[in-house]
């Protein structure tokens, strides 16, 4: 085996002073006077790891959380940046933040924004935002410790009415060791925990004859305008009872009381967040709602028999990547052609499954509605009715080119981001879609997706030159995207009826 001759010569040296009667502590000790704490280098402008992205509301701004995720520097960053007159995206200013940031969000004022950072020590950082959107770091005080854990995505919102803020947090998402905080956040008072979910109230029981069974909820969205947050359903692990099929259900045969299953196991949490944050219980101000489709993104019917088509695949659904709440209040803009059907109140849901299949779920203030109804009742986390809508948007078995034509099946791919994008008087969805391959990691496949048809088909997309691109953001027209493969921001601009690269950064 070769010998490092740095370790060689480090050896010898301390032997040499030894056999000329130089004790063995003290040649140490000599020896480490000789020696520099290797330093790692600073961060400067440059881009590493940028898996947190996000962009101001009212200024041509956008933010990345450079995550350092492999060691090589010894803190993060915090890089604002913007498009310059020439095309080319220029950083407008760096700040030294820790390392692992994971999540970053801007509050819809534009006063601030807050970044998640992981690990051990996983927190919030509060940074302050001025006119031109240049973040600095705010008071001490505005920080806020963490359960131990990957931060996965964090939501700033404002209810109406209220001048302080709700902070939501999701842990370790799509797994069975999610959790969904809330925090009321005022700027002056710092963070107060208003909810670990599911933590706060849902304990498993051994005695349980249904079985010592967990659950766990992520991918959460708020509607402002219904003071309403909706985490969706990732199952249940150690589940021995079994549910009624979705069918039965639908059709009215199957009560929500019925003690020999768990309806909570296949329904979204949805959170009354005005009684939360006036100091209610957290058992006092949730609910569950039911949710299932069919593989095509539809609601069975109840009229007809199990075998038919609508029927035949429908079932509860659990498991989601990501989701997108459309609503009056904190929407970019209210989606058109092709998406009108889609108003507010509507959750768009993408299924973690290998299709990631983009879902349409409405009717989300009738759940509101009946949320309040029941707890005003005195009841405690009343599973509701059914309530909610579904309808599709985008299946991934009609797109040709996500389709393995040998096998017949889906390519797995995964959809981390969507979000609102508006251009030549169309506002619809835009996807960031990332294929699954193993021992790949910043060498996936990624694509830009834009729901410019009904068809799935001729919707739009590119594939980016770059792979591994981990977190997208939103600004006018402009699409910004991380790659984690190159160390580099792209840009992607549409115009309505087009979709091309754009500028690179660095």
Same mark, same amino acid.
């Given at each position: 085996?070769?010998?490092?001759?740095?370790?060689?010569?480090?050896?010898?040296?301390?032997?040499?002073?030894?056999?000329?009667?130089?004790?063995?502590?003290?040649?140490?000790?000599?020896?480490?006077?000789?020696?520099?704490?290797?330093?790692?280098?600073?961060?400067?402008?440059?881009?590493?790891?940028?898996?947190?992205?996000?962009?101001?509301?009212?200024?041509?701004?956008?933010?990345?959380?450079?995550?350092?995720?492999?060691?090589?520097?010894?803190?993060?960053?915090?890089?604002?940046?913007?498009?310059?007159?020439?095309?080319?995206?220029?950083?407008?200013?760096?700040?030294?933040?820790?390392?692992?940031?994971?999540?970053?969000? +801007?509050?819809? %004022?534009? #006063?601030? $924004?807050? !970044?998640?950072?992981? /690990? @051990?020590?996983?927190? &919030?950082?509060?940074?302050?935002?001025?006119?031109?959107?240049?973040?600095?770091?705010?008071?001490?005080?505005?920080?806020?410790?963490?359960?131990?854990?990957?931060?996965?995505?964090?939501?700033?919102?404002?209810?109406?009415?209220?001048?302080?803020?709700?902070?939501?947090?999701?842990?370790?998402?799509?797994?069975?060791?999610?959790?969904?905080?809330?925090?009321?956040?005022?700027?002056?008072?710092?963070?107060?925990?208003?909810?670990?979910?599911?933590?706060?109230?849902?304990?498993?029981?051994?005695?349980?004859?249904?079985?010592?069974?967990?659950?766990?909820?992520?991918?959460?969205? +708020?509607?402002? %305008?219904? #003071?309403? $947050?909706? !985490?969706?359903?990732? /199952? @249940?692990?150690?589940? &021995?009872?079994?549910?009624?099929?979705?069918?039965?259900?639908?059709?009215?045969?199957?009560?929500?009381?019925?003690?020999?299953?768990?309806?909570?196991?296949?329904?979204?949490?949805?959170?009354?967040?005005?009684?939360?944050?006036?100091?209610?219980?957290?058992?006092?101000?949730?609910?569950?709602?039911?949710?299932?489709?069919?593989?095509?993104?539809?609601?069975?019917?109840?009229?007809?028999?199990?075998?038919?088509?609508?029927?035949?695949?429908?079932?509860?659904?659990?498991?989601?990547?990501?989701?997108?709440?459309?609503?009056?209040?904190?929407?970019?803009?209210?989606?058109?052609?092709?998406?009108?059907?889609? #108003?507010?109140?509507? !959750?768009?849901?993408?299924?973690?499954?290998?299709?990631?299949?983009?879902?349409?779920?409405?009717?989300?203030?009738?759940?509101?509605?009946?949320?309040?109804?029941?707890?005003?009742?005195?009841?405690?986390?009343?599973?509701?009715?059914?309530?909610?809508?579904?309808?599709?948007?985008?299946?991934?078995?009609?797109?040709?080119?996500?389709?393995?034509?040998?096998?017949?099946?889906?390519?797995?791919?995964?959809?981390?981001?969507?979000?609102?994008?508006?251009?030549?008087?169309?506002?619809?969805?835009?996807?960031?879609?990332?294929?699954?391959?193993?021992?790949?990691?910043?060498?996936?496949?990624?694509?830009?997706?834009?729901?410019?048809?009904?068809?799935?088909?001729?919707?739009?997309?590119?594939?980016?030159?770059?792979?591994?691109?981990?977190?997208?953001?939103?600004?006018?027209?402009?699409?910004?995207?991380?790659?984690?493969?190159?160390?580099?921001?792209?840009?992607?601009?549409?115009?309505?009826?087009?979709?091309?690269?754009?500028?690179?950064?660095?």
């Amino acid at each position: 085996m070769m010998k490092d001759p740095r370790l060689h010569f480090s050896l010898g040296f301390i032997s040499s002073l030894i056999r000329n009667g130089v004790p063995a502590m003290l040649a140490l000790v000599v020896f480490c006077l000789g020696c520099q704490r290797v330093e790692l280098p600073q961060i400067g402008n440059r881009i590493d790891s940028p898996i947190a992205l996000a962009s101001h509301p009212r200024v041509p701004v956008s933010y990345v959380l450079n995550a350092s995720l492999g060691g090589e520097f010894e803190t993060g960053s915090l890089q604002a940046f913007t498009q310059g007159s020439d095309g080319r995206l220029n950083v407008l200013s760096s700040v030294k933040v820790p390392r692992l940031g994971t999540a970053v969000a +801007v509050a819809p %004022s534009g #006063g601030f $924004l807050i !970044a998640g950072f992981s /690990g @051990s020590g996983a927190r &919030l950082h509060v940074y302050s935002l001025d006119a031109q959107g240049v973040p600095a770091l705010a008071d001490k005080n505005n920080q806020q410790d963490l359960p131990s854990g990957r931060v996965s995505h964090v939501q700033i919102v404002q209810l109406p009415g209220r001048s302080d803020w709700v902070v939501v947090v999701t842990m370790a998402d799509r797994s069975f060791d999610a959790q969904v905080l809330v925090y009321q956040f005022d700027p002056v008072a710092g963070f107060t925990r208003r909810m670990s979910a599911p933590r706060d109230f849902y304990v498993p029981d051994r005695d349980n004859l249904l079985g010592n069974y967990t659950m766990a909820w992520g991918s959460p969205v +708020v509607f402002e %305008s219904l #003071g309403l $947050l909706v !985490a969706f359903p990732y /199952g @249940s692990l150690g589940y &021995l009872g079994i549910n009624p099929t979705a069918l039965d259900w639908l059709s009215g045969k199957a009560s929500s009381g019925d003690t020999q299953y768990d309806l909570r196991t296949v329904s979204a949490l949805v959170v009354d967040l005005n009684r939360l944050l006036t100091g209610s219980a957290v058992e006092s101000s949730v609910g569950y709602v039911p949710l299932a489709f069919n593989a095509e993104g539809k609601k069975g019917d109840a009229t007809q028999a199990s075998n038919t088509k609508d029927n035949e695949s429908y079932g509860f659904r659990v498991s989601y990547q990501s989701a997108l709440a459309l609503d009056a209040q904190g929407s970019f803009c209210e989606p058109n052609a092709p998406l009108s059907a889609l #108003g507010v109140h509507t !959750a768009v849901v993408v299924t973690n499954t290998a299709a990631a299949d983009v879902i349409a779920l409405s009717g989300f203030n009738l759940v509101a509605n009946q949320l309040r109804a029941q707890l005003d009742q005195n009841k405690k986390q009343p599973v509701l009715g059914d309530l909610v809508q579904s309808a599709p948007v985008s299946l991934t078995q009609k797109i040709p080119d996500l389709v393995d034509s040998a096998k017949g099946e889906s390519i797995p791919t995964l959809v981390p981001q969507m979000g609102l994008i508006k251009s030549g008087g169309l506002c619809t969805l835009a996807l960031l879609r990332v294929e699954q391959r193993r021992s790949s990691l910043g060498e996936e496949k990624s694509r830009i997706q834009v729901v410019t048809a009904e068809n799935p088909a001729q919707q739009l997309q590119i594939e980016s030159e770059r792979r591994g691109l981990a977190a997208m953001t939103i600004n006018g027209d402009s699409l910004f995207a991380g790659s984690f493969g190159s160390n580099q921001i792209l840009q992607f601009k549409f115009d309505g009826s087009s979709l091309r690269s754009g500028g690179v950064l660095p």
